[in-house]
């Protein structure tokens, strides 16, 4: 009997997390979504709401708490071919000008990083202030569909698979998620080449050196999010050089506090 009962009760727990899990993942209908707003939490962003048949680029918001994502977006259109590039945040590329023939339509899924400035009720990342403004830094995860002619017809958002591996870079200008074309590094090009078990989490930010990066406490945010099995890059040096003194003591710091996370 009380094998029955323990059995009973496993059934129901997993049913009950299936069903939170459903709860969780989020389709939107792009054809009849709203602006964004704060009521309504998602919705067209940034950029005019396409019209039928239009070329333009759009963007599209949805607030969501820090984490990763799992996002698939179903690319395509009933009335006209489309030529479709997908970056999320501040231009990290996931998707690379994929053709779409009238009337077809293709599924594609990759996993993005979402943060916000916030450590603790105590502590915050202190952010400067051109990044106050940056996709990266908020509390939406933002989609943009650019190329010669974007289209989308959906898109569905959940929680990441918990054993999906999170790859924090850490860095500079020549790491970080450059905001405005053409400037690009490689830190935003690599989500790309990857599939659905790894995210890049890319903390990086132009003129930090080892130093400045651990004061505005960019690596405590980082080293807040990560857990067993992930990894965490570092390319620093480049403004490091410049600094007056052994600057060469702020890279065995940033070593040091990031070498033994569990």
């Not at 727990?13 to 964004?36: C, G, M, V």
């Not at 479709?84 to 000008?97: A, H, K, Q, W, Y």
Request: hydrophobic share 35%; glycine share 6%; with cysteine.
């Amino acid at each position: 009997m009380t094998d029955m009962k323990t059995t009973f009760l496993g059934l129901l727990l997993l049913t009950a997390t299936a069903i939170s899990a459903q709860e969780q993942a989020r389709t939107f209908q792009l054809a009849d979504a709203p602006r964004y707003s704060e009521e309504t939490g998602y919705g067209y962003d940034l950029a005019p709401t396409p019209e039928k048949g239009s070329k333009a680029p759009f963007f599209f918001s949805v607030r969501v708490p820090d984490g990763n994502y799992k996002v698939t977006v179903r690319l395509g259109s009933k009335k006209q071919a489309g030529v479709t590039t997908v970056r999320g945040e501040s231009r990290r590329l996931f998707i690379d000008n994929l053709p779409t023939r009238k009337g077809q339509f293709t599924e594609e899924t990759f996993i993005i990083n979402k943060r916000n400035p916030r450590i603790s009720d105590k502590e915050s990342v202190r952010i400067k202030p051109r990044e106050k403004t940056k996709l990266n830094w908020d509390d939406k995860l933002t989609l943009e569909f650019n190329g010669d002619a974007p289209v989308c017809q959906s898109i569905s958002i959940e929680p990441a698979d918990p054993s999906v591996i999170t790859v924090f870079l850490c860095g500079n200008s020549t790491v970080v998620d450059q905001d405005n074309e053409p400037w690009a590094s490689w830190g935003q090009m690599i989500p790309h080449f990857f599939g659905t078990d790894v995210c890049i989490a890319n903390y990086a930010e132009s003129g930090e050196s080892a130093n400045t990066f651990i004061g505005a406490k960019r690596l405590a945010k980082a080293l807040s999010q990560i857990k067993k099995g992930d990894y965490l890059f570092m390319e620093f040096g480049h403004n490091d050089q410049k600094q007056k003194g052994p600057w060469q003591r702020s890279l065995l710091l940033l070593h040091d506090q990031s070498e033994n996370i569990h």
